[in-house]
């Protein structure tokens, strides 16, 4: 399998990144551990905000039309850094993304 489709397939929701952090050939590769330890922090992020912000709408009901904006942001933010994995260009994301560079 080639690089770029190895990268784009580390953004599926948790289990992409792990597998590529297991597999042999591809757990030295450099690019590829840099997008799988960007996915697992980018879904642990995802989880801890979705936690969160779940919390804060049992309060507030109003704000559940902002819910399903996010998690459709979500979904976009996703596809697109599969997408710019497949394109072979690395995006680092604010925060997270530095901590997948010292990590790969």
């Known amino acids: 399998m080639s690089d770029n489709v190895a990268s784009a397939l580390c953004y599926v929701p948790l289990l992409g990144g792990v597998i590529f952090l297991l597999l042999e050939p591809y757990n030295r590769n450099k690019v590829i551990r840099f997008h799988a330890f960007q996915a697992l922090f980018l879904f642990g992020a995802m989880f801890v905000l979705n936690i969160a912000l779940t919390s804060f709408l049992e309060i507030f009901w109003s ?33 997270i993304g530095p901590l997948a560079e010292k990590q790969a």
Do not use: D, H
């Open 63 to 95: 704000f559940w039309g902002m819910y399903r904006l996010l998690r459709l942001a979500y979904l976009v933010l996703w596809v697109f850094m599969a997408y710019k994995a497949y394109s072979g260009e690395k995006v680092v994301l604010p925060v």
